[in-house]
Every structure is written in C-alpha cells, then in structure tokens.
C-alpha cells in the first residue's frame, strides 16, 4: 500500500512537466522554445518527438478495431487527446494565421471526423449492450 502511494505521488508530480511543457507549447508555439533561435535540430527532434505520441494514438486506436463495441474507454480517451491536440491548433489557427492545407485537413479529422467516430462507437457499444440484455432476457 505504502508503494501504490508512493508511485502514486511520484508519478503525479511528474506528470507536472509534460501538463505545463504543453500548456506553454500551446500558448507561446516555437516562440516559447526559442523563437527564431530555435535551431533546426531541437525543431526536428520535438517534431519527430510529437510524431512518435501521434503514431502512438493511431496504433491505441488499431487496438480499439477488434471488440470495438468494448473499448469505449480507450476510444473516448483517444478521442478526449485528439480533441484537445486540435483546440491547441485551433488556437494557433487564431494567434498566428491560417497553416497549409494540410495542417487544416488535419484539423478537420481533430475536430470533426474523430468525435463522430466517438458517436459512431458510443451507438455501436450501446447496441451491443442492449442485445446481450436482450439474449439474457429470453
């Protein structure tokens, strides 16, 4: 139990670092990280950095394929990250001008596609509930 507590307090003051680097990452961009010095190997590395968490969400959402109808957890936490990784752009959208068509693409699957895909798996899990009760009822 100690242990549980103590994981429990290390692994929340930690979670400290990544909350308030993207927090400032939000609000400031490259401005924040070093503007115009911001050499174009530490711009690299954090952009292979975010890439590497964004290939993370789409293999979590392959997880999800199989059983979909069970993993409404995992899918509407994906779909909260998502989301939010899209508020963040939508606000860069705002605070420095329109990106490429690209960036606003994505931005359409962050804020459009991804949450009807959440609708979408809310209505195929509850379907699935509604028919293992209807077999245990008969």
């Not at 115009?36 to 590497?52: K, M, T, V």
């Amino acid at each position: 139990m100690r242990e549980r507590e103590a994981l429990q307090r290390v692994v929340a003051v930690a979670a400290i670092v990544p909350v308030a680097s993207g927090l400032f990452g939000i609000l400031f961009g490259l401005g924040g990280v070093g503007g115009n010095s911001l050499s174009e190997i530490s711009a690299d590395s954090h952009f292979r950095y975010l890439s590497g968490l964004l290939m993370g969400i789409g293999i979590l959402f392959w997880s999800c394929v199989p059983g979909i109808e069970t993993k409404s957890r995992l899918f509407r936490f994906l779909t909260l990250v998502v989301v939010l990784g899209g508020l963040a752009r939508l606000l860069g959208l705002y605070l420095t001008g329109l990106p490429s068509a690209v960036m606003l693409c994505a931005l359409a699957m962050e804020l459009v596609v991804t949450p009807l895909l959440c609708l979408w798996q809310m209505r195929v899990a509850g379907r699935a509930v509604d028919a293992a009760a209807g077999a245990h009822s008969l």
